[in-house]
């Protein structure tokens, strides 16, 4: 008999027809809304960023696959969405040199040192991101107002975000009275300052739709993320109204909604069973949170997410399912 019917491989043992680019170029047309809001709001110098930062991410992944003397894979889409994501987390007048050494950060520091595709314990854009915002946080930190193609605006006008308006008040005053508030129906539908990807709520939720049609992501990280800031912040509005804005301010603004269903949900760094995708979204959202409420930042999103990264592992090995047939052993 020949001996290699009794080899066996490491699963998965049955193909879906699934595949890793076929997975990345379907985040990218989820991400299409999103990049087109960016555009329109901010005009070319976001495409700008957007292009720059995957031609960047692409030249820095397949130069650092040959040093590593390893196959180059920029075709299976991986180092462009890193690239669109980071992007999408930097405001629209960052400059060229700036978005060339996050990408560079986001392949090297945050992807290919431990292995490329499949071995990062970080999302590669939210490392980028972290690392400029310490490191050149003047660059990073000024934003513009929208100004819509065609509208005839060309002056460039400086403003803050509204978590950074909240947080400043707060700092001056030492309470929200007085503080007049963002009409939520701008950064629902895309008309406030802040990064390229995160000023439009309606479109990330349209890519959003897709990705859970399609069955790329689940409901289980965004809908637990985005419940613990919604009861947390809800719970702290409700005590001090004068010192917590409410919570549909915190869900709408900032970057939430592009953390919870783009960044949060990256396959390689999030847990695999739906308990622990819950209890990693419901960690997400409290450090969010605390982060928002009482730390020096205004925004807490990044930091959350990379914070429970590192937890993944030790969620994955604590909340594994019982294997089949499986019964606890008596002690007695």
């Not at 020949?2 to 990218?28: A, K």
């Not at 991986?78 to 392949?107: D, E, H």
């Not at 895309?190 to 479109?203: D, K, L």
């Not at 603004?253 to 209890?279: E, I, K, N, Q, W």
């Amino acid at each position: 008999m020949d001996d290699r019917q009794f080899i066996i491989s490491s699963s998965p043992h049955i193909h879906s027809g699934e595949s890793i680019p076929r997975i990345m170029y379907s985040v990218v047309i989820a991400l299409v809304p999103t990049m087109f809001m960016g555009v329109y709001l901010f005009g070319l110098r976001a495409l700008c960023v957007i292009l720059l930062t995957v031609a960047a991410a692409l030249a820095t992944e397949a130069g650092a696959q040959r040093m590593m003397g390893r196959k180059v894979t920029i075709s299976d889409g991986s180092a462009v969405i890193t690239g669109i994501l980071l992007a999408l987390n930097l405001p629209p007048t960052a400059p060229w040199w700036l978005v060339v050494v996050g990408s560079a950060i986001a392949i090297v520091i945050g992807k290919q040192i431990y292995g490329g595709l499949g071995y990062n314990p970080f999302n590669p854009a939210l490392v980028a991101r972290v690392i400029l915002l310490i490191s050149f946080p003047v660059q990073m930190t000024t934003w513009i107002k929208p100004s819509p193609l065609f509208s005839g605006a060309v002056d460039v006008v400086t403003t803050a975000t509204p978590l950074g308006a909240m947080k400043t008040h707060l700092i001056v005053k030492g309470t929200l009275e007085g503080f007049t508030m963002v009409d939520l129906w701008g950064p629902f539908m895309g008309n406030i300052g802040g990064c390229i990807g995160e000023t439009s709520v309606i479109a990330l939720l349209i890519g959003a739709g897709f990705l859970l049609y399609r069955g790329y992501i689940s409901w289980h990280i965004p809908v637990t993320f985005i419940g613990t800031v919604l009861i947390l912040s809800g719970l702290f509005w409700l005590i001090n109204p004068d010192q917590y804005m409410n919570p549909l301010f915190h869900i709408l603004t900032g970057g939430l909604m592009l953390g919870a269903f783009y960044m949060a949900t990256d396959m390689v760094t999030s847990p695999m069973t739906y308990s622990g995708m819950m209890v990693f979204g419901a960690g997400c959202g409290a450090i969010t949170i605390v982060i928002r409420l009482f730390g020096g930042y205004p925004e807490g999103v990044s930091y959350s997410i990379l914070l429970m990264n590192a937890a993944t592992p030790l969620i994955d090995r604590y909340m594994r399912p019982k294997t089949f047939g499986w019964r606890a052993i008596s002690s007695r």
